[in-house]
């Protein structure tokens, strides 16, 4: 059992508010009709289970979540920044939140990786099969 609690009636989103997207599309889950519960990393400690349950539940390693190519994640890290461990990118997504690559919604059982505020508009749409799910 993980440690992230499951609500089929309720979305949980983890974003950081310190970027655009991640304020987008927590303003489009604030007003989505079900009940969620929005997680700002960039306010709230996510632990390193946490993250290790979010990337699996993805079907995707922890470092699939950091922003690789993001400018900031480049002028710390450099081209030696790919070879960053498990335990390197937890850290790096508890201190540096904005590094996370895609805001992460949990719908029930599912699992969501939102590229854009256009993406989460097509996951609350009735039918989503045309959305990429993990």
Known sequence: MGVIAMDKRQITLYYSSENSIGKQIHAYVE??????????????????????????????????????????????YGEQGQD???????????????????????????????ESAASFKKFMEPDSAGLNES
């Not at 700002?40 to 400690?45: A, E, H, L, V, W």
């Not at 289970?49 to 979540?65: F, M, P, S, V």
């Open 31 to 76: 007003s989505s009709q079900k009940k969620n519960l929005a997680i700002d990393i960039s306010k709230t400690n996510v632990t390193g289970t946490q993250w290790a349950e979010l990337a699996d539940g993805l079907h995707k390693e922890i470092k699939d979540l950091v922003a690789m190519d993001h400018p900031d994640f480049l002028n710390t």
């Open 84 to 114: 960053l461990d498990e335990n390197d990118c937890i850290k790096i997504l508890q201190k540096e939140p904005h590094l996370l690559k895609h805001p992460i919604a949990i719908d029930g059982n599912h699992y969501i990786e939102l």
